[in-house]
């Protein structure tokens, strides 16, 4: 059994099993991926519950119908946060701040609807960049700035935790379908069992990266998340309005 974290020959049958993170709702149903929007899920129970929604149903239907991929469920990692060359506690911080994203447009639309100055800059000229002043900062999950030793260009963490983006269990669709009924239920029992795993290993990794982070000297803040939301609420709202029927409702729910 091949297990690799791409999907890219998932559909022809090649790769059995994938970990995958959510290229695969962008690639094959982005009309229903409130996910990779910032700040509209602020827990796990939430990314859940919306998985579970009508509109992650239909996510998922259309995802293997086009993908050929058969969908498990999640595996929970570290949270998306900022890194950044001053304090930043609300929104009015940002006016001016130089942020470095990728270049995912739902991203850019809601960071500058808060206030950030939106820099593309490569992944690998990250250092640089912050080096140079170039950006004043970015936003990734906590083991960018570990594993970049972005200490030495940066000073503060800022806890926004905007989005909350998970591993995907997935397989081929093909080959899965041409198993017994007796090796369906096996694997996907060590699936679930190696989900529940991976979620409390990746909460130790992403507590281990924060000690560290601070033992490097810098300094973590808690900022007012509620603040950062209600500034980009505007842009969510039009980003979602523009998803399938039923997406807004099924992703903000009675906080809409």
Same mark, same amino acid.
């Given at each position: 059994?091949?297990?690799?974290? &791409?999907?890219?020959?998932?559909?022809? *049958?090649?790769?059995?099993?994938? !970990?995958?993170?959510?290229?695969?709702?962008?690639?094959?149903?982005?009309?229903?991926?409130?996910?990779?929007?910032?700040?509209?899920?602020?827990?796990?129970?939430?990314?859940?519950?919306?998985?579970?929604?009508?509109? *992650?149903?239909?996510?998922?239907?259309?995802?293997?119908?086009? *993908?050929?991929?058969?969908?498990?469920?999640?595996?929970?990692?570290?949270?998306?946060?900022?890194?950044?060359?001053?304090?930043?506690? &609300?929104?009015?911080?940002?006016?001016?701040?130089?942020?470095?994203?990728?270049?995912?447009?739902?991203?850019?639309?809601?960071?500058?609807?808060?206030?950030?100055?939106?820099?593309?800059?490569?992944?690998?000229?990250?250092?640089?960049?912050?080096?140079?002043?170039?950006?004043?900062?970015?936003?990734? &999950?906590?083991? &960018?700035?570990?594993?970049?030793?972005?200490?030495?260009?940066?000073?503060?963490? !800022?806890?926004?935790?905007?989005?909350?983006?998970?591993?995907?269990?997935?397989?081929?669709?093909?080959?899965?379908?041409?198993?017994?009924?007796?090796?369906?239920?096996?694997?996907?029992? @060590?699936?679930?069992?190696?989900?529940?795993?991976?979620?409390?290993?990746?909460?130790?990794?992403?507590?281990?990266?924060?000690?560290?982070?601070?033992?490097? *000297?810098?300094?973590?803040?808690?900022?007012?998340?509620?603040?950062?939301?209600?500034?980009?609420?505007?842009?969510?709202?039009? !980003?979602? @309005?523009?998803?399938?029927?039923?997406?807004?409702?099924?992703?903000?729910?009675?906080?809409?």
């Amino acid at each position: 059994m091949v297990i690799r974290k &791409s999907l890219s020959k998932c559909h022809s *049958g090649q790769t059995q099993l994938s !970990i995958t993170g959510g290229n695969w709702r962008q690639q094959y149903a982005p009309e229903y991926d409130a996910i990779t929007v910032p700040f509209v899920f602020a827990t796990w129970d939430e990314v859940d519950a919306f998985m579970e929604s009508p509109s *992650g149903q239909t996510l998922v239907e259309i995802a293997e119908e086009k *993908g050929g991929i058969k969908y498990f469920g999640t595996q929970h990692r570290g949270p998306r946060h900022m890194t950044a060359n001053k304090a930043i506690h &609300s929104p009015e911080d940002l006016q001016g701040f130089r942020m470095r994203l990728p270049s995912l447009p739902v991203w850019l639309q809601v960071w500058e609807e808060i206030g950030a100055t939106v820099v593309n800059v490569p992944a690998p000229e990250i250092y640089l960049a912050m080096q140079t002043r170039q950006v004043d900062g970015h936003e990734n &999950s906590l083991s &960018s700035p570990y594993t970049r030793r972005l200490w030495e260009v940066q000073d503060h963490i !800022i806890l926004t935790s905007h989005v909350q983006f998970p591993w995907n269990w997935v397989a081929s669709k093909r080959w899965w379908d041409g198993l017994d009924g007796e090796d369906q239920a096996l694997i996907a029992e @060590a699936i679930d069992v190696a989900r529940q795993h991976g979620n409390e290993v990746e909460l130790e990794l992403d507590e281990y990266y924060l000690e560290q982070l601070e033992a490097n *000297g810098m300094t973590i803040i808690e900022p007012d998340v509620e603040a950062f939301r209600e500034a980009a609420r505007p842009a969510i709202e039009r !980003i979602l @309005a523009e998803m399938a029927d039923g997406v807004m409702d099924d992703a903000l729910g009675s906080d809409d």
